[in-house]
């Protein structure tokens, strides 16, 4: 099976700032992932998918790269609506999901 | 607009079976691979199963092999979870959510999760 890891696991930060969240995979999945967030309560939505494509309807402020076993989400510039937690997924060999990394409010 | 609604979640006990229901509306529910999703209570994100467009192929994760089947009716659009020998570790929201194409691959759409307790 393929593990995800990411870090940080917590990550606080204000708004405007530049974020940047990496999901490491423990073998290639190749151009196989996705990024969602995840605000309390609700489910999850999808952002990023082929580790660098924007879902139709997310802000441009949302950016993706990496391929093979590293991958990094960025968020250029931080609006209060940001503030939830953040999850790669890995769908190159059945599915698994990183353990998340919470943006909070510094 | 893609719409999936989650039902069957309870209070169970340990040793305890329980379905889950997901309805599909909103697309071509037979074109594309579906899967459940749990989250336990202040946790992360777990694949659980998944199954392809035309039922012919299924997966679960290590976790509930044996003891889940994931199971869909194309004709009722409709995706089932059924769950059995269920312990405090499956307590969770259980997810549906919908491919992207025939097999597994990221999910676009996700319902609103329901809840299943596994306590005595």
């Known amino acids: 099976d393929i593990q995800m890891t990411q870090s940080p696991s917590t990550l606080s930060a204000s708004v405007g700032d530049r974020v940047t969240i990496t999901c490491r995979a423990s073998q290639s999945i190749t151009s196989s992932l996705a990024w969602y967030q995840q605000k309390p309560g609700k489910a999850p939505n999808l952002l990023i998918y082929k580790a660098s494509s924007l879902e139709s309807g997310v802000p441009s402020r949302f950016s993706a790269s990496g391929s093979g076993t590293e991958f990094t989400l960025t968020i250029s510039s931080l609006q209060p609506e940001d503030f939830a937690t953040y999850y790669c997924q890995q769908y190159h060999s059945y599915s698994s999901f990183g353990p998340g990394t919470k943006v909070d409010i510094k | 607009e893609v719409q999936l609604v989650e039902s069957g979640g309870d209070l169970v006990q340990p040793g305890g079976s329980l379905r889950l229901s997901c309805a599909a509306s909103?697309?071509?529910?037979?074109?594309?691979?579906m899967s459940w999703v749990r989250q336990a209570p202040g946790k992360g994100l777990e694949w659980v199963s998944g199954i392809s467009g035309n039922g012919g192929s299924t997966y679960s994760a290590d976790s509930v092999r044996g003891r889940f089947t994931i199971s869909r009716d194309n004709s009722k659009t409709s995706l089932y979870l059924q769950m059995n020998s269920l312990s405090a570790e499956d307590t969770a929201v259980y997810y549906c959510a919908k491919g992207v194409q025939l097999w597994l691959d990221y999910f676009d759409s996700w319902g609103q999760g329901t809840l299943v307790t596994v306590s005595s």
């Open positions: 909103g697309f071509t529910f037979r074109s594309y691979a």
